[in-house]
């Protein structure tokens, strides 16, 4: 099953994840080889069959709304790359003017 | 002074014997460390190792001796952990770039545990990028060698597990199985690698990889041992949502050998396509069992086949949702940009590896609006089918026994191609899909001296019987005190000569 050099670059964009040209070159090749692998499960009937979620039945637990010691902020802030005043720093979420795609 | 043996003597030897006073934590973890310094250049089975840390935890076990208070049952024993169990204090990078440098603030839950039960905790071990691979040849830092032959892996993710315990670098290490992560390394490296059932341990700070798979387990040297590490980190964990609030049973009071009357499964898929080495020593391995009063049972696991695809749209789907954290906002490495969006595409670019892009792109496709149905929920359902395939076979026999590799450890870029990578798990992925508890054994070695495991499965929640039924293999066809012979030459001589002190020992 072979994925287009668009569909990769847009799964890349979803995934934000930077890929160089030869990279997306290869995953676009793999990518096809292991999808084909996987079309053996669209021709199984799973008419009625649950999704499984837990080796042994369970009921999704849920824990109250409590506030537990956790870390302090200076522990949480301890290993961001960037921070000042007690923040953690980032570029600027809006793009500059001229640039409107993800893309870098 | 008693001087450590520590490529034979088991977790058990260990803390009687430092509970006797025969030997101090101290000496022990001294002894380690030299043992480490002087091998592991060969093996690259660390990423970082805390000797300051495992001092401190040492003197504390010695003081508590000294004035008589009670010892865990791990007490002065050295483990390693797989780098993807959070530390605090100590480096946490997942054999990943994307997380060099980070010093996590708190312990994983398993961590706690060994903890309070006195071990030793000596460093961290290689392992495949973020768990993802079957040979730590993923790994972002350096390749871990098998240490009976050292050109081969010593398999993965947990490669520096099994490794380590193999070579005597520790006594016992924890290391996490998604697919196979700690039984096919066990396999490799002639150790036993225990994965237990799907939320008997608790998942709490272990760098998550697929959270419907993952599942924490120990790698140690004998099955006895497993069993007591399993003991002090299996039970309730409020923080895993998915933890079970079950009992944990004295696991080691299960090995009591007798396997008179057990019905032991053979699925006929897993016998299917192996070497000959590696059949042979699995038809030893379940004669041995009929020697012991066991039954045997042909049975079917007609889903069989569809695990790999299966296991390979879970994993990746999941993962490529659990590695969205890694966008170098609150730790780990961050690529510079002008905007933010452009910072996580440059940061996860730049901090990820081949196979770990792979799969967050494999993931990220399979998760894409109006593919969710065709793909994730589709391997679900199909989880189901696999699972109730067990639950029938488990109406016919108490445990199931199969090859836990269809091969002995291969060569080192021996896999050429992801798909030729991920059929090395053929047998071990069934077992994360269905949730149950898994082992391998060794079961003897190829004619070139490399080990072969067995793998048992068990019911959920039925580590005992698998614990007990394993104990019986290895006293049956296990390696004995056979130790990787790749590592004679390069003995420590402290660590295997009694009265021979061993100068600069300090790593």
């Known amino acids: 099953m072979a994925l287009t050099r668009t569909e990769v670059e847009e799964i890349a964009t979803l995934a934000r994840l930077y890929l160089a040209p030869d990279e997306l070159d290869r995953i676009q090749l793999e990518l096809g080889v292991i999808l084909a692998h996987f079309e053996e499960l669209a021709a199984v009937d799973t008419t009625g069959i649950p999704a499984m979620t837990h080796a042994v039945p369970m009921d999704l637990r849920l824990r109250h709304d409590i506030a537990e010691p956790s870390l302090s902020q200076d522990e949480a802030l301890a290993a961001a790359p960037r921070k000042a005043d007690g923040l953690i720093i980032v570029p600027s979420s809006i793009a500059p003017p001229g640039r409107t795609g993800s893309e870098p | ?507």
């Open chain 2, 1 to 507: 002074m008693t001087v450590a043996n520590l490529e034979q003597w088991s977790v058990a030897d260990i803390a009687r014997r430092i509970a006797a006073g025969e030997i101090t934590a101290a000496q022990i973890v001294d002894d380690t460390l030299a043992r480490i310094s002087s091998l592991d250049g060969k093996l690259g089975a660390y990423l970082a190792i805390d000797p300051a840390g495992a001092r401190a935890a040492a003197a504390e076990v010695d003081r508590k001796r000294a004035v008589g208070a009670a010892l865990g049952p791990l007490a002065g024993v050295p483990i390693a952990l797989k780098d993807v169990l959070v530390t605090r204090g100590l480096a946490t990078t997942a054999g990943s770039r994307i997380l060099e440098g980070w010093i996590p603030p708190y312990d994983a839950h398993v961590v706690e545990r060994l903890r309070a039960a006195g071990a030793v905790i000596v460093g961290k071990v290689n392992c495949d990028e973020f768990a993802m691979g079957s040979s730590t040849e993923n790994s972002a830092y350096h390749t871990t060698k098998n240490p009976w032959n050292l050109e081969r892996v010593p398999g993965g993710s947990s490669g520096g597990s099994s490794a380590a315990v193999a070579a005597g670098l520790c006594a016992a290490s924890l290391g996490t199985d998604t697919g196979g992560s700690i039984r096919q390394p066990a396999a490799f490296c002639g150790v036993v690698g225990l994965k237990p059932t799907y939320g008997r341990v608790s998942r709490w700070g272990v760098v998550a990889f697929a959270s419907s798979l993952d599942q924490v387990g120990p790698l140690t040297r004998s099955v006895a041992d497993a069993a007591l590490v399993l003991e002090a980190i299996a039970g309730y964990d409020p923080r895993d949502s998915t933890s079970l609030d079950a009992p944990v049973p004295p696991y080691t009071a299960a090995l009591t050998g007798e396997i008179a009357g057990l019905r032991v499964g053979l699925p006929s898929e897993f016998f299917e396509a192996m070497d000959d080495d590696v059949r042979a020593a699995l038809a030893r391995t379940a004669q041995a069992l009929v020697d012991r009063g066991a039954e045997l049972v042909d049975l079917s696991l007609p889903h069989t086949r569809l695990a790999m695809p299966a296991y390979y749209l879970v994993a990746p789907a999941e993962a490529s949702s659990n590695l969205a954290r890694y966008d170098g906002v609150r730790y780990g490495q961050r690529a510079e940009a002008t905007d933010l969006i452009d910072m996580y595409a440059r940061t996860r670019g730049a901090g990820f590896g081949p196979e770990v892009k792979r799969r967050i792109m494999l993931g990220t496709y399979a998760l894409r609006t109006g593919y969710y149905d065709a793909y994730y929920k589709k391997a679900q359902q199909v989880r189901t089918l696999i699972k109730r395939d067990f639950d029938r076979a488990f109406r016919f026999c108490d445990v199931i026994l199969t090859p836990t590799t269809p091969t002995a450890a291969f060569a080192f870029g021996a896999k050429a191609s992801p798909v030729e990578m991920y059929q090395a798990d053929v047998f071990t992925l069934s077992c994360n899909l269905a949730g149950l508890p898994g082992i391998s054994v060794p079961c003897g070695l190829t004619g070139d001296d490399l080990p072969i495991g067995a793998q048992l499965l068990g019911k959920p929640l039925d580590e005992a019987t698998v614990l007990r039924v394993a104990g019986v293999i290895e006293a049956a066809v296990g390696l004995g005190e056979r130790r990787p012979p790749a590592l004679s030459s390069a003995r420590a001589g402290r660590t295997t000569k009694p009265g021979h002190a061993a100068p600069g020992s300090e790593p």
